[in-house]
């Protein structure tokens, strides 16, 4: 027992830890004996005196606290801890010993009491932890103090014979320092305990100052703080962190204001405030200190004993509860030494080593001597777990304290924010106080929802309602607003006050409890108002002597006039409109008509207030015009009140009023008032408004026929009455047509407007922005809201009806208040794209048709201007992109015909259906520049424009109206004796408005020209000849032109031109002549005249004053002529002269010939150039912005564009839709270059077309057209419709495809009849159409035509001999040629010559055809075309003649019905045909049949389809008729091509209204009028025509990448959607606007970066392979929300990428020489998206691709690299990056031999193998040497290696099976199969297994084999019984079934070997069956063989298995 210990235990193993139990006593008895004797010999004597003392030394016990695991003593009360106790094992352990906590730091002893602010379980002792046989220790986890200070953690151990004497143990680093609060003190001192009651009288009361103060331990200035919140508030839950509302922090002043009641508050907060005050209020008077945490206390110590928070105060009586939070919770966790030694040394230093002593127990089991002595012996613990050291927190201190270490760590270096700013932080409850004081006001009395408001001069009485309120102390004072609680003022209270409070001011309250409730009163008021009720506690020292002391707000009281009200006619609420007249009535009890006086004032002026003696300026009428006018008495009705009105008021504008009332007779008491100062009209008897609209909007984004909402928000609203609609943008509210809008709400009564619809509103829920602002929502029914659809797209005004007795918006005029700018309802959102690359237009509504539209070529300061011209003689300027109407303006009277700009864009000119030219600046009718507000929309008519006074009669304006037209005197005009002015002229149209519209200043034009034509033209423009008020088409001369040509010309001004100076304007007219009239100093008479036309003048065009000719007037007119003028010999010719043209464009006809060669003797109507075409009009020519070109279109956009130099025809230009019904005859056609000359523009009746001229420019000619090939492959993917006709009753055709299992059609089958009878009388037809995806032209190809039946039942192609020529020729022709022979003629002996005679039937072919028919024998015809001849025959056969070669001849055969071949099968009628109809479903029969001839072989005969044009169309058409019901015919192998034109202009079909086209001159933006919405302007964004098309590109598999676009016109508000191109074939179809999710990035879509000429897009990665187009959305921003705007393509691309599931086996090369022993190793039918040639595949062998490297014995480092396949590869066709093979390219040995010739490559690997699949495309660029490239999984190979044939031999109906050794066999594994397969030994094992399988053979004598068992290295097929095949040899073909299915015979297509049946001859128990004769004993083979001989021999033999016989013969193998 000497050597117990070593001296370190941390050196000790396993063996030292079992001869330390085996000293301790507890194991010796056990083993100890023999450790002593196995060391006891190594133990030196002088040791054993040290192992004597150890045994004597007091046990050991180890207390600590512990935090994360960590030893710590001090900490802070959020801080969860562990109590951890260690004892000694050894001497009895920690069972029956207590843990324990005591206050203060104290010695432990179980007779002291543990501290209760202990939280958690230290009672129960938990499982023991870390038990070893030398210690045990227990952990209390989850412990937490709540207060802060001093303690000392005590462990008393349990009494038994080693601890009968100890005492208790501490912990080992002395006290615990807990750092926090201990209690909560305050009130009127900071050592006071605070009140828990109200009511106590050491409650500080409301609005005194308070001290709350907080005693701790360690308590931090910095970091700590408190929130004073509401009783019914927990601390650390919601609220907690913000201090009541009723609190007023330090520093906050009492006496300037109180809080404003009612302020919402969130609920977590607490009621609101309802007395008190504070200093400081925001608008709403709500105080924010609330929201601001309160500020850091005082430390009066300064060592953290305390902290102080002073000058606190309260608005509000109640309990309040404290929250403390710590910011910083300090501990010293892990700040101690470790101690390592537990026990005195058991050696001196050095004594003993571990060497010495270090042996290992054989007996024990663990031998691990790395293992350390278990760490129970050290101090510091560290084996101990510290799992459970931080248990669960309470109210959220985890969470609490992460935030703290969070914000501490993570704002370091941002701006300091106090981190106690969190609900959960404040989860220290300190406890509650209380404060005294009044908690709510009563009004004994009141009336009213809130019971605050009381009649002037009733009774009334007030109730204090609080806590505490104190005994005799408190008075009251009553102050009107705006004196203030506490304010100078409030001690003497209010002069209106009357009854006891105003006798005796120092009257006390009175109650039974007067320290919950006192009562004032009674008491009344003399005067309304609002009055604030102000009490002094009479605490603290008040005296109630002063302002001051009453600084307590309880509540306020309302006095106010009783059934004073405001009411107007007919009960409706008081609400009034601008301009309109209404009545005022003030109603009440005490109303006096001698002396009250009101005032209507604004709503800032407060009735009394400075300003309430004065009427609103904006007020009109009696009271307006005489402020102190009397109302007019009216009685009331029995039981009500009397009323004095007011009538015949109005307001000029809009916006809420006060009406102030001044009781002049001193009524209710009060003094009687002068009512001449504003103090007199103090009583408010309301407020009313009238109707004021701020705004008004629709939905976001809105689209026709989608649900929108329109807004609608204003002063004065009254959505339940109140009503909306929309109008067009152009026209004006009250004047304009109602959209329709479906659902509707109020449907009109005017038949005029029958269906139009208001739209219902109701209140928005939503509050008004402004003050006393409502808004109310308009759409749906009466009952709910709901959306509104408008059914067509535009831009609207929004137009209120605010509803009036006389108002009730039943009709339009009554919806004359505009409300906001005008919306934009865009497209609907299923509208798809307008054309390639544009989106559906935007549209500029109006309610007239546009006839001419023009841009300005330069903006007009920043904006675009588009001049449009109307029918209704209107000129309306537009901002397209906005879009907006910027200004109208009128003057002409009819429709406006041309419009044209001048070269700056300063002005332009208009002329009409009036002959009049007028000039317009640029900025008429909009302001000085053109953006302000204008000056007047009509200058001219300004003085009475506006209704005079804003409060003139309307006959009396109408007198005015008219006497400033016809300039004279109203009264003067009244005395004329043949005007009878006031009496006949109606003047109803001015009523209830405030000024004049454009409409209605016709309206009074209208007037002025019936009664004062000549006098009035000064104002008005009456017309020329007809009456314009009989027409409705006067107009007011508003003076807004620069200059007018009265009477330019005397028909209608058909076009004008603008000279490139702009100096001249042409003007073109129906009178034949074109002027030329001075732009600069307006002269009356033109400058120039040209008369060459002779019918009207249509099209003008100035060219750029550029190149050898000077510029160049063009004129085009309706007798199709073209001339060129020099303007400048124009201009030097004069007015008279008749000059000559330099140029003429005329189409001339000679002998009925159009020819455009001049003739000698012609004048200048000669023609030097080809015009349009004869009778063509030229409806309009244009020059190029550089001169360069000239273009002139006629009617249906027929044009043609010519070098303007050379004068050469560069392109003729063709109406796109050719089929349009009238697109050749309707006088339709605008025309116009874009500004940078890049694009001519034409529009036609049916489509806008844009001709790019980049082409012409460099001297190309048109695109030609593209042959497309179609297959069936193509038809299988294209929509198939069948249309049969079934022919006889009781007959149902038949028809259908064949499909190949892609989808393919191999075979379109027709059998049309089906009757037995026959269906010669009525030919059924079966027609078969395929709608083509594209447009196309002409056809060609090739298709086979084979009959189905058999051989006697064959399909007919011919109807005996006729083509057929149209598709519904459906009735057998009974006599017909048939054209038997082409480039031949019929002159055998079969075929005789019968005439003509002499020349007969030579002039044509029908007249040879019709000789032949009357000669009684001819029955053939040969006709020469050359020399024109006719050749009559007569033939033994005529429809199959014998023909002889003759180039210029053609045979036809007649045949007649009753011909021997008809006679012999009558039923025998039937044709197959194909074509391509046009749209309408006819023409376009490209053949007609009979190249099959009548009877169609079951082989086929090929037709061939020549080239054949055909009419534009999309449909391609099979049509097969047949008479019989055996007649079955089938169409296959079908190849065609269609050629696809080539479009060189980009095309949008769009019907027209009119020939108004403009181009902007910034941007590619097309202005045309279009036919489908009622003739409006139609904007499209043409931008995508800029970008080039066709553009592609490939990018990389989850790589980022971006792509940039270079094209004029590019914005910021451009989206842009990438999509899946198989789900969206074009950009602008469905799906376009939703981005796939298949390519991760910016989801906006908006640039990244870019300017005007370049957008750049980044940060995309494709997540899956896939084709995509990028689709762009042009200036939309977040309106980019549906498809069809996504119209145009910026690019497509392609991500390259494999399917995964690919499979593949190829064959080891077992030699790499000869050629021959090599075996191809080829992966084929590779599939995925975007494979291409130079892709590669690498053999890997990992678990994932791109893991492990190349695998040794594959050529190239196991790498395949894809290229197409060339005919000597014998592989057939394969697209590149589909096929792969190991191969070897052949190097030339000499210059000039030819690459590209390619060897296989020899596989060879050790061993066979399953490899995977591994792509990489050909972007990435791989290198075998890198694998981590080929990280695409595309499946796997198996890599097959046979060392020999697997060779199988069996006799017949005898047990087989194939073995073979599976080491010599990989990759064969158990699970394959194999099937027996017909067959030779083929070359190379996988092109053989071709055969059939062989059945009877097989587990289920199917051929195929049971799955591969194994038994060790033996693998084994079972093939069941050769139960009946035939003897011979037969492949064994292997499949893979392990992994694969194999189902198919395919599948198994690797050769392993043969198997031989062999014939055997004996076959037991067969030949027991058979006559057999014994001969001799055999040597016997087989079992059967032995059977049967014994058979034959007479024997039982094997028919006993008992025998021994039977015994015998088994030992013999089976056969």
């Keep these: 027992m000497r050597l117990c210990f070593q001296n370190r235990w941390r050196s000790l193993r396993l063996a030292h830890l079992v001869l330390a139990l085996a000293c301790s006593g507890l194991l010796y008895p056990i083993i100890g004996q023999q450790i002593e004797e196995r060391i006891v010999e190594k133990i030196p004597d002088d040791q054993q005196k040290v192992i004597d003392d150890w045994k004597n030394r007091p046990a050991v016990f ?95 151990p349990a009494t038994n014979e080693w601890f009968a004497n100890l005492p208790c143990w501490t912990a080992e680093h002395g006290p615990l320092h807990v750092t926090g609060p201990i209690e909560l003190l305050g009130g009127k001192t900071a050592d006071e305990v605070p009140a828990q009651d109200p009511e106590d009288a050491a409650s500080p009361y409301v609005l005194d100052r308070v001290v ?234 009141a009336e009213g929802y809130d019971k605050r408001k009381v009649r002037v001069g009733t009774n009334f009485s007030l109730v204090v309602h609080g806590f505490g309120l104190g005994y005799n102390r408190q008075r009251l004072r009553l102050v009107l ?81 009783p059934n004073m009200r405001l009411r107007q006619a007919k009960g409706f609420e008081l609400r009034v409109l601008p301009d309109v007249l209404f009545d005022l009535y003030v109603e ?202 408008t059914f067509a797209p535009g831009t609207y005004q929004i137009c209120v009806c605010g509803a009036l007795p006389l108002y009730d918006c039943s009709d339009p005029s009554h919806y004359w208040t505009p409300a906001g700018k005008p919306i934009k309802v865009g497209m609907r959102s299923t509208a798809t794209a307008a054309g390639p690359s544009v989106p559906p237009p935007s549209l500029l509504t109006s309610s007239s048709v546009p006839t001419v539209a023009a841009f300005a070529a330069k903006p007009v300061g920043k904006h675009r201007r588009l001049a449009a011209a109307y029918e209704d003689g209107a000129i309306r300027v537009w901002e397209p992109g906005i879009p907006e109407l910027k200004c109208e303006l009128v003057g002409h009277v009819g429709r406006v015909e041309a419009i044209a700009w001048a070269p700056d864009s300063s002005w332009f000119a208009s002329g009409g259906l009036d002959g009049t030219i007028r000039i ?284 303007a130099e050379t004068k050469t025809e560069v392109r003729h230009l063709q109406p796109v839709l050719a089929t349009a019904s009238n697109a050749q005859n309707a006088s339709l056609a605008g025309m116009t270059f874009t500004l940078d000359g890049n694009w001519l523009a034409i529009r036609g009746p049916a489509t806008v077309k844009m001709l790019p001229l980049s082409n012409v420019k460099a001297g190309l000619p048109p695109p030609s057209g593209i042959w497309v090939s179609y297959t069936g492959e193509e038809l299988g993917k294209t929509v198939l419709t069948w249309f049969p006709k079934p022919g006889p009753a009781g007959n149902t055709p038949r028809y259908g495809t064949k499909l190949h299992s892609n989808g393919t059609i191999l075979e379109l089958q027709f059998a049309p009849c089906n009757v037995t009878e026959g269906c010669d009388t009525n030919l059924p037809v079966v027609r078969a159409e395929f709608d083509v995806p594209f447009e196309f032209v002409a056809v060609r190809g090739y298709f086979l035509e084979y009959s189905l039946g058999d051989d006697d039942n064959l399909a007919d192609d011919c109807r005996g001999g006729a083509q057929q020529t149209a598709w519904d020729e459906l009735t057998p022709a009974k006599s017909y040629f048939a054209h038997v022979g082409r480039g031949k003629s019929a002159e055998g002996l079969d075929c005789e010559r019968v005439g003509p005679m002499y020349d007969q039937g030579r002039e044509s072919l029908e007249a040879c055809k019709q000789r032949c028919q009357e000669h009684p024998l001819c029955n053939l015809i040969n006709y020469r075309y050359s020399v024109l001849s006719c050749d009559l025959r007569y033939c033994l056969n005529a429809s199959s003649p014998k ?40 023409g376009g029969v490209v053949y007609g049949g009979c190249q099959a001839g009548r009877e169609i072989p079951r082989s086929g005969v090929w037709i061939t389809i020549p080239e054949t044009a055909v009419q534009r169309t999309r449909t391609l058409r099979f049509q097969v008729a047949q008479s019989r019901n055996t007649e079955y015919l089938a169409i296959g192998e079908i190849f065609l091509e269609l050629l696809q034109p080539v479009e060189e202009e980009q095309t949008l079909i769009e019907p027209g209204d009119s020939s108004a086209i403009a181009v902007a001159p910034d941007r590619l933006e097309i202005v045309a009028s279009t036919a489908d919405y009622f003739g409006s302007l139609a904007v499209w964004d043409a931008r995508g025509f800029e970008i080039p098309k066709g553009r592609s590109e490939q990018y990389k598999l989850k790589v980022l990448f971006g792509f940039e676009i270079r094209a004029l016109g590019m914005e910021e508000s451009d989206r842009m959607k990438i999509v899946d191109g198989n789900e969206v074939a074009v950009c602008g179809s469905p799906y376009s606007s939703v981005a796939t999710r298949q390519v991760q990035g910016p989801s906006h879509g908006q640039r990244n970066y870019g300017n005007e000429g370049a957008s750049v897009w980044t940060g995309y990665a494709a997540m899956q392979p896939g084709n995509y187009r990028a689709c762009l959305c042009g200036g939309q921003g977040e309106c980019c929300n549906v498809d069809g705007l996504f119209a145009t393509e910026l690019l497509s691309f392609v991500v390259a990428g494999v399917e995964a599931d690919h499979y593949a086996i190829c064959e080891v090369s077992l030699k790499n020489w000869p050629r021959r022993e090599i075996k191809t190793c080829i992966v084929d039918n590779f599939r995925g998206v975007g494979t291409q040639p130079e892709d590669k595949i690498q053999l890997q062998v990992g678990q994932y691709c791109g893991m492990e490297g190349p695998i040794p014995g594959l050529p190239h480092l196991g790498v395949l690299t894809s290229r197409v396949p060339q005919p000597r590869d014998l592989v057939g066709q394969h697209q590149g990056g589909t096929w792969y093979r190991f191969e070897t390219e052949y190097v030339p040995q000499n210059p000039g031999d030819d690459w590209g010739t390619y060897d296989a490559a020899p596989v060879m690997p050790s061993a066979g193998m ?206």
């Design 62 to 156: 180890i207390v600590r606290m512990l935090m994360d695991g960590k030893d710590a003593s001090s900490w802070s009360i959020y801080t969860n801890f562990t109590y951890e106790v260690v004892g000694e094992r050894l001497r009895g352990g920690l069972a029956g010993g207590r843990p324990f906590i005591l206050e203060g730091e104290v010695q432990c002893s179980m007779t002291l009491q543990p501290t209760s602010f202990l939280v958690g379980n230290l009672s129960e002792h938990p499982p023991l932890q870390n038990v070893t046989e030398l210690s045990e220790v227990y952990r209390y986890p989850g412990l937490r103090l709540t207060k802060g200070g001093i303690y000392t953690a005590c462990w008393c």
């Design 212 to 445: 709350l103060a907080v005693t701790g331990y360690r308590l931090k200035l910095d970091h700590d703080r408190i929130r004073v919140v509401d009783a019914e508030v927990k601390c650390g839950s919601p609220g907690a962190a913000y201090s009541s509302q009723a609190f007023l922090p330090s520093g906050t002043g009492v006496i300037p204001a109180s809080v404003k009641p009612g302020i919402q508050v969130l609920p977590s907060l607490g009621l609101p405030s309802t007395v008190g005050q504070v200093s400081a209020k925001d608008s709403l008077g709500y105080f924010p200190e609330i929201w601001a945490p309160l500020a850091a206390g005082e430390d009066p110590t300064g060592n953290g004993s305390s902290l102080v928070w002073s000058d606190l105060s309260f608005t509000t009586a109640g309990i309040y509860r404290v929250c403390w939070c710590s910011a910083k919770m300090d501990s010293d966790r892990g700040s101690y030494t470790i101690e390592t030694d537990v026990f005195p040394p058991l050696y001196p230093e050095g004594n003993l080593t571990n060497e010495t002593y270090n042996f290992t127990l054989n007996e024990t089991n663990d031998t691990n001597e790395d293992d350390e002595f278990p760490a129970a012996g050290q101090r510091r613990l560290r084996s101990a777990s510290t799992e459970g050291d931080n248990g669960s927190n309470v109210s959220g201190m985890a969470a609490m304290e992460d935030d703290i270490n969070g914000t501490n760590e993570s704002n370091v270096s941002a701006p300091y924010v106090h981190p106690c700013r969190t609900d959960a932080m404040f989860g220290l409850d300190l406890g509650n106080f209380s404060i005294a004081g009044p908690t709510g006001l009563e009004v004994l009395g």
């Design 481 to 561: 607003e705006p004196t203030r609680c506490g304010q100078l003022g409030t001690f003497n209270g209010t002069e209106h006050l009357l009854g006891s409070v105003a006798d005796d001011p120092e009257l006390p309250g009175a109650g039974a409890d007067p320290l919950r409730a006192q009562q004032w009163g009674p008491m009344s008021l003399s005067r309304s108002g609002l009055y604030y009720v102000c009490m002094c506690s009479g605490r603290l020292g008040r005296k109630c002597d002063n302002d001051e002391d009453f600084h307590v707000h309880v509540g306020s009281v309302l006095a106010f006039w």
């Design 588 to 789: 009440g009890p005490e109303i006096s008509q001698e002396h009250d006086r009101v005032r209507i004032v604004e709503l800032e002026t407060e009735c009394g207030q400075p300003g309430s003696e004065t009427n609103s300026f904006e007020l009109r009428g009696p009271l307006g015009e005489l402020r102190d006018s009397p109302g007019e008495y009216v009685p009331g009705k029995p039981g009500g009140h009397p009323s004095l009105v007011w009538p015949n008021l109005r307001l000029l504008t809009g916006g809420a009023r006060r009406v102030c009332w001044c009781p002049g007779a001193g009524q209710a008491g009060a003094l009687p008032k002068s009512c001449t100062k504003a103090e007199d009209f103090y009583a408010e008897v309301g407020t009313f408004a009238a109707l004021q609209i701020r705004d008004g909007w629709s939905s976001a984004c809105a689209r026709a026929e989608d649900p929108i909402l329109v807004h609608v928000a204003a002063i004065g609203l009254l959505p339940d009455v109140d009503r909306a609609l929309l109008v067009k943008a152009s026209e004006v509210c009250g004047e304009g047509r109602p959209l329709t809008l479906s659902p509707g709400g109020v449907l009109g009564g005017s038949p005029r407007l029958a269906g139009w619809a208001a739209l219902s509103c109701k209140q928005d829920p939503n509050a008004g922005a402004e003050h006393l602002e409502r808004k109310m929502v308009c759409g749906g029914d009466e009952e709910a809201l709901g959306a509104v659809r």
């Design 920 to 1203: 317009w600046s640029a900025n008429a009718g909009m302001g000085k520049d053109g953006t302000g507000v204008p000056p007047h929309i009509c200058p001219a008519w300004e003085p009475i424009w506006n209704r005079p006074g804003g409060n003139m009669p309307d006959i009396d304006w109408q007198d005015a109206i008219l006497g400033h037209l016809i300039v004279m005197n109203p009264h003067n005009i009244s005395q004329e004796p043949f005007v009878p002015y006031s009496d006949r002229i109606p003047y109803n149209d001015l009523a209830d408005i405030g000024r004049l519209t454009l409409k209605r200043a016709a309206l009074q034009c209208e007037k002025a020209c019936r009664n004062f034509r000549e006098m009035a033209s000064n104002f008005c423009e009456c017309g020329s000849s007809l009456e314009c008020h009989h027409l409705g088409n006067c107009v007011p001369k508003c003076g807004l032109e620069a200059h007018v040509w009265p009477r330019a010309h005397a028909q209608r001004v058909s076009a004008l031109a603008v000279s490139s100076d702009g100096a001249v304007i042409a003007s073109a007219s129906f009178d034949t002549f074109v002027y030329i009239w001075d732009a600069k100093n307006f002269k009356l008479q033109p400058l120039a005249t040209i008369s060459i036309h002779d019918r009207p003048v249509l099209s003008l065009a100035f060219s750029p004053a550029a190149g050898t000719m000077g510029e160049i007037l063009a004129t085009g007119g309706d007798d199709d002529l073209i001339a060129w003028f020099s303007l400048g010999a124009l201009l030097g010719a004069g007015p008279s002269a008749n000059l000559a043209p330099i140029h003429t464009f005329r189409e001339q006809v000679f002998r009925g010939v159009s020819t455009a060669a001049s003739v000698s003797s012609c004048t200048y109507r000669c023609n030097d150039v080809a015009g349009l075409g004869r009778n063509l009009p030229v409806l309009a020519v244009a020059f190029s912005p550089d001169g360069r070109w000239f273009a002139a279109a006629g009617p249906g956009g027929v044009g043609k564009l010519w070098d």
């Design 1443 to 1482: 023909l002889g070669e003759n180039p210029d001849v053609d045979a036809h055969a007649l045949i007649e019905f009753d011909d021997a071949d008809e006679l012999l099968d009558p039923t025998h009628d039937g044709y197959a045909m194909f074509g391509a109809p046009d749209p309408t479903g006819s």
């Design 1810 to 2015: 399953i490899a995977k699949l591994c792509w990489c495309s050909k972007l990435s660029n791989c290198d075998g040497n890198r694998p981590e490239g080929f990280s695409i999984d595309a499946g796997i190979i198996s890599l097959v290696r046979l060392e020999g044939d697997v060779e199988v031999s069996c006799y017949m109906r005898g047990p087989c099976a194939a073995v073979l050794q599976l080491d010599v066999s990989k990759p064969i594994a158990v699970g394959d199969m194999i099937v027996v397969k017909r067959g030779a030994k083929p070359w190379m094992r996988l092109v053989g297994c071709t055969g059939d399988v062989v059945t009877g053979i097989g587990t289920n004598l199917d051929g195929y084999s049971g799955r591969l068992t194994a038994d060790g290295n033996t693998g084994t097929f079972e093939l069941g019984t050769a139960d009946s095949v035939d003897s011979g040899t037969y492949r064994l073909c292997w499949c893979q079934a392990s992994i694969r299915p194999c189902v198919t015979p395919e599948e198994f297509n690797f050769d392993i070997g043969s198997i031989f049946v062999r014939p055997a001859a004996y076959v037991w128990p067969t030949c027991s069956q058979q006559e057999s004769t014994f001969t001799s004993w055999r040597q016997w083979q087989t079992f059967d063989d032995c059977c049967c001989n014994y058979d034959e021999a007479g024997a039982i033999g094997c028919k006993d298995e008992l025998s021994t016989t039977f015994k015998l013969c088994s030992e013999y193998p089976p056969r």
